[in-house]
Structure formats: structure tokens, C-alpha cells
């Protein structure tokens, strides 16, 4: 089965538009690759892509819907219904973490949060991607995805087996970890206090 670039600040896209759409079908390969795998890939697989989801996400919330509630018509209501979104998908996310690949309605919960992260996406290339593009220049949305991918090369790459201690698991581990541990990167990276 073949592997994809699921590395942020490895991808080519200098705006920061560009970079969250590639991210979007990023995601929507890992999704077919855990769906079609079993065993200890499905479970690789699918700590990818929670990888994948919890940085990209942190970065949109801690990067990308500020600069929107500033920039955009509406920002505010904008960046509200995404957010809710997120968190119905952050919620089952964790469940799924925390019940592993091997729960008798992992194959559904897949099936949900799949349609959840589709539903999300397509609500932000239609609601809030087109009015960055409209509404901010070039420089700024290189500016913007100069930060996610700075952020993103140093968050956490998957979870660690064994790393049971509390210390350890503020670094690595569940979704929430990952974000948190994002979420502090993006802020150095940004020049803000954590």
C-alpha cells in the first residue's frame, strides 16, 4: 500500500490556501488507506492520519481562523459554524483513540467521522477559503502558510507506544496532546505567548 506525503512542512504550496486543500486531500487518501487496511497497518494508518487531522486543525484554529474573523465578511459567524464542526469531529476522533482500531464499530465510527472531516472541508474551501483568496493578497496567505508549516514540522509525528507517563504524554500520544503540543508550536512560531 503506498504511502502519502502527510509531512505538512514538506509540501510545495507557498500559500496558505493551496497548502490547507492539499492537506484536505490528504486527508481523504488516508482515510481510503485505513479503510482498506487491517491489522497493524490499519492501526499505523490510522494514527497518520489522526496526525494529520489534530496539527492541521490546530493550525486552522490557531492560524487561519483568526486572520478569517478579522478579514472576512462575516468572519466571525464564519469561523463560528467551523469550529463547531470541528469539535463534533475532535469528539468522536477521541473515542476512536481511545477504543483503537480494533473496536467492533471502528469501521462505522470511520464511516461517521469521515463524513464529519468531508462536511467540515467542503464548508471551509466553499465558506472560508474563497473569501481568504478574495480578500487577502499573496503575501499574506505565503505569510500564513509560512506559520502552519512551521508549526506543523514540529509537532509530535505519531504516538509513542510504551510512553505512559503523564510528562510524556503532554508531548505525544492522544489527539488532545498532538494539538496542544501544535497549538504551543504555532504560537512560538507566531511570535505569541503560549
Known sequence: MAKHNTMPETMNESDVVDLLLAQHARIQKLFDEVEQASGEQRAESFTRLVRLLAVHETAEEEIVHPYARLRLDGGDAVVDDRLQEENQA???????DRTGVEAADFTES????RAMVTAHAHNEERYEFTQLRAHTSQIERRGLAVGVKAAEALAPTHPHPGTEGAVKNVLVGTPIAMMDRARDVIRQAMGKQP
Not at 90 to 96: A, N, S, T
Request: positive net charge; aromatic residues 0%.
Open 90 to 96: 475532535k469528539q468522536l476522533l477521541m473515542k476512536m
Open 110 to 113: 470511520l464511516a461517521a467521522l
